[in-house]
């Protein structure tokens, strides 16, 4: 009995162990990829970028850290205080909870959840709210438009993000993601759902709000948009949530399309870490190189193009499936 309960207290140990150094890594990561956007910007740009700060700039994070510190916390008095004050806080925990669901390695997971695919849409549904509640609670005419754009944005989105994944879950059998990942095992998934992947990226970029579409930040337009009236650390909980998201969507796409941590020669860990850089790479290439298109030219790719390859896909996957 007592040996049972040691085991068990061994167990829980070690998952708690797994969840703390994932967190830890993930918002370390996402800290870190204000930097290295930074970098890798001017190099396709053709310029500098910061490299004042450390060896070829490596301690920048560091200085931006110290800086942030050291501004004054400043709630406009104008402002709802209490929402000003909890948008942030919720961009910031609703972003790392579609963490706990993916599978970096067949050990290496916070929760084997059996519908993880159904809490992950869940989750970056909520993450609207906290945009919401930042444009309402600024009492900013910038900030409500961007915190609008915001919401029209990401339910023209979501609309077709679900429905890019259910080819896959079709195929699979399965809503787990780790079992999803174990089924591709000798063929990824991009392949016979190369449709699916397209439009699923552009549903993720769209809902990280990532260039171009940015529309509910853009400076040019909306001076910030909804996170005009922040500073401090409630500013760098919207920054640094802004990149979770993004390495959140660069991970599932990595889990639904391209094997998760299936590969030759490497380890696990480093096959997933190694396909989720090379994603993020892409996404920052993207800014560097695209426009940002008119508000209404995203809303017809969403509806008018991305909505009907995705139901195309779907229906092609359920005759394959029949058949």
């Avoid at 061994?10 to 708690?16: D, G, L, P, W, Y």
């Avoid at 050291?70 to 209490?82: L, Q």
């Avoid at 380890?267 to 290439?285: A, S």
Wanted: proline letters at 5%; one cysteine or more.
């Amino acid at each position: 009995m007592f040996g049972s309960s040691e085991i068990v207290t061994k167990h829980c140990v070690s998952e708690i162990f797994h969840a703390v150094i994932i967190l830890l890594v993930v918002v370390a990561c996402g800290a870190y990829m204000s930097f290295l956007e930074r970098r890798l910007l001017a190099l396709f740009q053709n310029r500098y970028g910061p490299n004042r700060v450390g060896w070829h700039g490596s301690l920048q994070l560091c200085a931006d850290l110290i800086k942030v510190m050291f501004k004054e916390d400043w709630i406009p008095p104008f402002s709802d205080r209490i929402v000003f004050v909890l948008a942030p806080v919720i961009a910031f925990i609703s972003s790392l909870m579609s963490i706990l669901i993916i599978p970096f390695t067949p050990t290496w997971i916070i929760w084997d959840c059996n519908i993880g695919i159904l809490f992950f849409l869940m989750m970056s549904g909520l993450t609207v709210y906290s945009v919401l509640l930042a444009g309402w609670a600024s009492n900013n005419k910038y900030a409500l438009i961007g915190a609008v754009r915001a919401a029209a944005q990401t339910l023209s989105y979501e609309v077709f993000l679900g429905l890019s994944i259910m080819g896959v879950v079709a195929k699979s059998g399965s809503f787990n993601l780790k079992i999803i990942v174990e089924d591709q095992l000798y063929l990824w998934n991009v392949i016979p759902q190369f449709v699916g992947f397209i439009t699923f990226f552009l549903a993720g970029m769209a809902l990280c709000h990532r260039h171009p579409f940015d529309q509910p930040e853009s400076e040019q337009e909306l001076a910030d948009g909804y996170h005009i009236e922040y500073s401090g650390i409630k500013f760098s909980l919207f920054f640094i949530s802004g990149y979770i998201n993004m390495i959140v969507i660069a991970s599932f796409i990595v889990t639904l399309f391209f094997g998760g941590w299936q590969g030759p020669w490497f380890p696990p860990m480093i096959l997933f870490i190694t396909k989720t850089f090379l994603l993020l790479i892409v996404f920052i290439l993207i800014r560097a190189a695209l426009p940002r298109p008119r508000y209404d030219q995203v809303m017809l790719i969403g509806w008018k193009i991305c909505l009907p390859m995705t139901l195309f896909n779907l229906l092609s996957t359920a005759v394959v499936i029949l058949l």
